[in-house]
């Protein structure tokens, strides 16, 4: 079965893939012969400058139609993302919602299991130090029935070291699965941020550039602030 040609509407009408490879080439070859031309262009004189001008005004004049032709294509494309993307997010938004539903029954679950086994660990360790006090009290009974009542201090003296007991972590029960830690994070004070975690916001600065022109020179830190001669064609 022959694939159908992909198209693009382009105001009320449909550019093929073939169209718009034609254009896109003759765009590539007017830009490139324009090109090769700028860089030979030199102005010494107001002759050459005037030549020059009515040369980038040629080139302003490709930039437009290139723009041009793109500008639709552009929004038929954006227009048509939008939709996608839309119409993808009413499609998630119940199984995404199902997804989340039973992911915290799985995470109370766990959570549980982990609590029961801290709990577990903590009784043991509890255990293990009554143990090993109920030991150092029996080997201090015992230096005293042999008349070492020295030793026997020093031993109810010493220090209870009780070994580190593990956590045991819940088993997989399904297999295919994995478990991961994952990490969160919420803003409390904006104002404790530390300073590598702010991004400048360039959109603010461009605007105060704009506004002050000459006057930002040297006034907002951190930021070098120069002017540039531009032609308006």
């Known amino acids: 079965m022959m694939k159908a040609a992909s198209t693009i509407a382009v105001s009320g009408t449909v550019v093929s893939n073939t169209e718009l490879t034609v254009a896109e080439s003759k765009f590539r070859k007017q830009s490139e012969s324009l090109y090769q031309q700028a860089t030979k262009i030199t102005v010494t004189d107001p002759d050459s400058l005037k030549s020059a001008i009515e040369f980038g005004r040629g080139v302003n004049d490709l930039i437009a139609q290139i723009t041009g032709f793109f500008k639709p294509l552009k929004k038929a494309a954006k227009a048509s993302h939008t939709a996608l993307c839309d119409a993808e997010t009413e499609a998630l938004a119940v199984p995404e919602s199902a997804q989340s539903a039973v992911d915290a029954a799985i995470r109370r679950y766990r959570q549980a299991e982990a609590e029961k086994a801290q709990a577990a660990a903590e009784a043991e360790r509890v255990r293990l130090q009554k143990q090993a006090e109920k030991d150092r009290a029996e080997a201090a009974r015992i230096l005293q029935r042999e008349g070492e009542k020295r030793l026997a201090k020093e031993v109810l003296a ?53 506004d002050k022109k000459g006057l930002a020179v040297g006034t907002i830190a951190g930021v070098r602030v120069w002017s540039t001669e531009e032609t308006d064609y």
Do not use: C
């Open 158 to 210: 010493e220090p209870i070291v009780v070994p580190e007991v593990e956590v045991k972590q819940a088993a997989k029960v399904v297999s295919g699965t994995r478990y991961r830690t994952v990490w969160h994070f919420e803003i409390t004070d904006s104002r404790l941020i530390e300073r590598r975690f702010m991004v400048p916001s360039e959109k603010l600065i461009r605007e105060e550039v704009n």
